[in-house]
C-alpha cells in the first residue's frame, strides 16, 4: 500500500510522533493506522515525543577508560529531574551509553543516535533512547560524548559527586607507575574543581587574545588616561598573563600546593624527575552536567493561578 503524506500527517498528529518515525510505522504495518500507533508505542517513540518538550538539563557524566588505559571516553546523558539522575536504571542506561561510545566512529551526537545499539542491533540508539524515555517517565538527552586515545601512556579519569563532573586527562609517558598514576588523578581532581579552558597556551586561539588586549586596553586607558603606551601596555600583557593563569590548566596553581605558588606544569615536572620519566599532560576533557543548559523556573503559585482562571 502507498503511504501518502496526509496519512503521515494524520499519524502524528494522533501519536505526536516524528515524521519519519510515522512513515516508518505505516510502512512496517501497511497503513494500518492502529497498528501504526502499536507500532510507535512499542518502540516508546510515541511516548518520547510527548515528553520531548520538557527541559532536560539534570543527569549524569559518565567516564570509561579501556583496561589498558588507552582508550576512554566521556559521556553526557542528560534526564529532567536529579531523582531520575540518582536511578539505579538510568545509570545503568548510561553505561551502556558510554560503552557504545568507546567503539563509536560517530563524528557527532546525530550520527551517533542513528548507528545500531550495540545490545540489540535491531534497533538505533536513537530507539532506545526512546524506548528508556516511555519507560522511566521523563524527557532525556544524549547530549554529547569524546574519546581519548593515548597509545604512549595512559589516560586517567576522575568522577565527582556522582557524575556532576567527569574528567578525562591524556597522560603521554614513559614510566607509568603508581606515582605517575596518582599525579595524573591528582591533575584530573584539579580540572575538576578549577574549571580550565584549555591544556597551556598553545591551545589559546590568538583572536581571543587579540580580543582581550582590546578590552583590557581601553580598561586600562580608562583607569589611567593619562598613562603612556608603554605603560598602559605593561598593564594590559600583565592583566593577560594572569588571566592565562586562571583558565590554563598547566599554568594553574596546583591546588595540593604545600607554598600555595606551585604551578601545575611544576608539580608534573617535579614527578617526572623523581622518576626518572618524560611526561607530558597532552589534553583533558571535562564535562559538567546541565552545562550551558538553561534550565525552566517553574512558578507553582502562577501555575495554580492561570489553572483556576481557565487558563
Known amino acids: 500500500m502507498a503511504i501518502t503524506a496526509a496519512m503521515v500527517k494524520e499519524l502524528r498528529e494522533m501519536s505526536g510522533a516524528g515524521m519519519m518515525d510515522c512513515k516508518k510505522a505505516l ?38 577508560v579501556s583496561e589498558d588505559g588507552k582508550k576512554a571516553v566521556a559521556v553526557e546523558v542528560n ?17 551502556q551509553v558510554a560503552e557504545q561510545a568507546m567503539d563509536t566512529t560517530a563524528a557527532d ?10 545490545f540489540n542491533t535491531e534497533e538505533t540508539v536513537a530507539e532506545e533512547l526512546a524506548h ?59 580540572a575538576a574543581a578549577l574549571k580550565p579552558l584549555y591544556t597551556n597556551e598553545s591551545e589559546v586561539d590568538p583572536s581571543y587574545i587579540e580580543h582581550e588586549k582590546e578590552i583590557l586596553t581601553a580598561a586600562a586607558k580608562n583607569e589611567k588616561p593619562d598613562a603612556n603606551d608603554k605603560i598602559i601596555t605593561g598593564m594590559v ?41 618524560k611526561i607530558v599532560i597532552k589534553g583533558f576533557v571535562r564535562f559538567e552536567t546541565g552545562e550551558g543548559i538553561e534550565k525552566k523556573e517553574e512558578n507553582f503559585a502562577e501555575e495554580v493561578a492561570k489553572q483556576m482562571a481557565g487558563n
Open 27 to 64: 510502512t512496517a504495518t501497511d497503513g494500518d493506522m492502529d497498528k501504526a500507533i502499536e507500532f510507535l508505542r512499542e518502540k516508546g517513540l510515541a511516548t518520547a515525543q510527548k515528553k520531548a518538550g520538557r527541559i532536560a538539563a539534570e543527569g549524569i557524566v559518565m567516564v570509561k
Open 79 to 95: 534526564a529532567e529531574t536529579d531523582f531520575v539522575a540518582k536511578n539505579e536504571k538510568f545509570q545503568g542506561y548510561v553505561a
Open 109 to 118: 551526537v546525530e550520527a551517533f543516535l542513528a548507528e545500531p545499539w550495540k
Open 132 to 190: 528508556q524515555i516511555a519507560t522511566i517517565g521523563e524527557n532525556m538527552n544524549i547530549r554529547r560524548f569524546q574519546q581519548v586515545k593515548e597509545d604512549n601512556g595512559f589516560i586517567a579519569s576522575y568522577t565527582h559527586m556522582g557524575g556532576k563532573i567527569g574528567v578525562l586527562v591524556d597522560v603521554e609517558t614513559d614510566v607509568i607507575n603508581d606515582a605517575v598514576r596518582e599525579m595524573a588523578k591528582n591533575v584530573a581532581m584539579q
Open 237 to 277: 600583557m600583565g592583566r593577560i598573563k594572569k588571566e592565562l593563569k586562571e583558565i590554563c590548566l598547566m599554568d594553574q596553581v596546583y591546588v595540593k600546593a604545600e607554598d600555595g605558588k606551585q604551578s601545575v606544569s611544576k608539580y608534573v615536572e617535579e614527578v617526572a624527575k623523581a622518576n626518572s620519566a
